[in-house]
Each structure stands twice: as C-alpha cells, then as structure tokens.
C-alpha cells in the first residue's frame, strides 16, 4: 500500500520527500539520438519521463 501510494502521487506529477532517505520526482527528458558502433545503424529514442 505504501509503494502504491508513492506511485499514484508521482503520476499526478506530486514530488515525494523522504526525510533522511531522498526526493523523488518526475521529469521530462528530451529525446536523442543515439548510435550502435557495432550496426552503424541511428535510432530515434522518444522522449521519456526519468
């Protein structure tokens, strides 16, 4: 019940604070592109929430 509850407040976009533990937050990510040395091949990674 409690990871559910951390879960629920973060996807409302609700910053959680855990006094001596940490902070957890959702953030936006631009998207990039990246490249596979070994295919020489470029992919498009979407943007993402970390």
């Known amino acids: 019940m409690f990871l ?3 879960v ?4 409302h ?3 959680i ?9 959702v953030k936006q ?3 990039r592109k990246a490249r ?3 295919q020489e091949t470029k ?3 979407r943007q ?3």
């Open 17 to 25: 604070e855990l006094r001596d533990f940490g902070v957890f937050e």
């Open 48 to 50: 993402k929430k970390s």
């Open 29 to 31: 990510r631009a998207a």
């Open 43 to 45: 992919h498009l990674y």
């Open 13 to 15: 976009g609700n910053r």
């Open 4 to 6: 559910d509850k951390i």
């Open 36 to 38: 596979i040395l070994e």
């Open 8 to 11: 629920q407040e973060l996807s």
